[in-house]
T-cell receptor, first 115, second 116 residues
Framework: EPEVTQTPSHQVTQMGQEVILRCVPISNHLYFYWYRQILGQKVEFLVSFYNNEISEKSEIFDDQFSVERPDGSNFTLKIRSTKLEDSAMYFC?????????????FGSGTQLSVL | AQKITQTQPGMFVQEKEAVTLDCTYDTSDPSYGLFWYKQPSSGEMIFLIYQGSYDQQNATEGRYSLNFQKARKSANLVISASQLGDSAMYFCAMREGGGSNYKLTFGKGTLLTVNP
């Protein structure tokens, strides 16, 4: 079965550094998402992306965050200047369409630790 | 108000028995989808089952079934014949159209432990 691939699986960075989390969505999917999960808490929506632009973003997704689809396969999340509270598991997801019945396929996540 | 409420932080079940994980939701949108995902200790999010708001019958996928009670706004997950590998975090989630722009909203999850 096709899958969403995320790299790296773990990322450790110093506070204030920039990080880029990478994702390869399923090839024929058109809608892309980033979610995060702080340890022990629920999975939170960050941003959705379609047709090379952001469809929706949450209040968490402030100016420190950006997303990009630099080529036909990759989808990246950049955190410009990381803070301690950015430590979390970051999930990329994709879906073929955006209807209420469309399931999201998730990657295995990138565990980000900000020191 | 919480969109998705999972009132059971943790549940225990004996191997081979059935278990029900509770989920209630809140929406005014007539069209919505309800999903259950499993998150094992390794961290990945695995899709289990889907129920549409207009579906007349409860969804089933192998050992998973969804007890959908629309009037009560509940979508409980039933796992039959539990296995040790079912031990994981289980998340209920909802996808709405309209103003929510189809994003998937998760509950806080239920940690299921299957005892041998």
């Amino acid at each position: 079965e096709p899958e969403v691939t995320q790299t790296p699986s773990h990322q450790v960075t110093q506070m204030g550094q920039e990080v880029i989390l990478r994702c390869v969505p399923i090839s024929n999917h058109l809608y892309f998402y980033w979610y995060r999960q702080i340890l022990g808490q629920k999975v939170e929506f960050l941003v959705s992306f379609y047709n090379n632009e952001i469809s929706e973003k949450s209040e968490i997704f402030d100016d420190q965050f950006s997303v990009e689809r630099p080529d036909g396969s990759n989808f990246t999340l950049k955190i410009r200047s990381t803070k301690l509270e950015d430590s979390a598991m970051y999930f990329c997801a994709s879906s073929a369409d955006r209807g209420v019945n469309e399931k999201l396929f998730f990657g295995s996540g990138t565990q980000l630790s900000v020191l | 108000a919480q969109k998705i409420t999972q009132t059971q932080p943790g549940m225990f079940v004996q191997e081979k028995e059935a278990v029900t994980l509770d989920c209630t939701y809140d929406t005014s949108d007539p069209s919505y989808g309800l999903f259950w995902y499993k998150q094992p200790s390794s961290g990945e999010m695995i899709f289990l089952i889907y129920q549409g708001s207009y579906d007349q019958q409860n969804a089933t996928e192998g050992r998973y079934s969804l007890n959908f009670q629309k009037a009560r706004k509940s979508a409980n997950l039933v796992i039959s014949a539990s296995q040790l590998g079912d031990s994981a975090m289980y998340f209920c989630a909802m996808r709405e159209g309209g103003g929510s722009n189809y994003k998937l909203t998760f509950g806080k999850g239920t940690l299921l432990t299957v005892n041998p």
